[in-house]
């Protein structure tokens, strides 16, 4: 059964750092891995997808790997800012018809 | 732009009470899902729907029905409100592999 870890559960930083978070899978046989945000009490926004051919997708400050033999995935934050804190998540699809197994998701927070 | 538009953002019930919680989307995605996110537990699938009136268990379907008549709406039901499932309630759908999320219901069931 898939099972996604994501570590650390929660990271404070102050602003302007590059940090990096971390998840991983136990089954590599996946087609894709997707980073999401949650802003408290708030639904998830999808970030970035990386399909199992790729190696890393960027949009903006965010830059995404994908390792499928490790089963690890990193997103990586350039110059972090106030505004990104919130909870990331990353998940991958189990099962077909893309029905998701989530991390349970770093809490990220950035201080002025 | 994406739009999956849940009905309520907050509700509250009184336990033995039958809850609709209402789900739309307008991107015309086959693939409807119900999550709850509960703290120390993650999210967890309730049921999906692959096809209007097409419907499968999730990890989690126990005292929850759907419904989903139209390709743009899935609905969630709770027969019988109990306290445990005072939860946060997330709808998604999804397309070529890209899901995505509705805003949440948080229903609180008293």
């Known amino acids: 059964k898939q099972e996604v870890t994501q570590i650390p559960a929660a990271l404070s930083v102050p602003e302007g750092e590059n940090l990096v978070l971390n998840c991983s899978f136990t089954?590599?046989?996946?087609?894709?891995l997707q980073w999401f945000r949650q802003d408290p009490g708030k639904g998830l926004t999808s970030l970035l997808l990386?399909?199992?051919?790729?190696r890393e997708q960027t949009s903006g400050r965010l830059n995404a790997s994908l390792d499928k033999s490790s089963g690890r995935s990193t997103l990586y934050i350039a110059a972090s800012q106030p505004g990104d804190s919130a909870t990331y998540l990353c998940?991958?699809?189990?099962?077909?018809?893309?029905?998701?197994?989530f991390g349970a998701g770093t809490r990220l927070a950035v201080h002025p | 732009d994406v739009k999956v538009t849940q009905s309520s953002r907050y509700l509250v019930k009184r336990t033995g009470e039958k809850v609709f919680l209402e789900c739309v989307q307008d991107?015309?995605?086959?693939?409807m899902f119900w999550y709850r996110q509960d703290p120390g537990l993650g999210l967890r699938l309730i049921y999906f729907?692959?096809?209007?009136?097409?419907?499968e268990k999730g990890d989690i379907p126990e005292g929850y029905s759907v419904s989903r008549e139209k390709k743009e709406r899935f609905s969630l039901i709770l027969e019988s409100a109990s306290t445990n499932q005072t939860s946060m309630y997330l709808c998604?759908?999804?397309?070529?592999?890209?899901?995505?999320f509705g805003q949440g219901t948080r229903l609180t069931v008293v």
């Open positions: 998604a759908s999804s397309l070529e592999w890209k899901a995505f």
């Open positions: 089954d590599s046989a996946i087609y894709n």
């Open positions: 990386i399909q199992s051919s790729q």
């Open positions: 998940a991958v699809p189990s099962g077909g018809y893309n029905k998701l197994i």
């Open positions: 991107m015309d995605h086959e693939n």
């Open positions: 729907s692959y096809d209007v009136k097409m419907k």
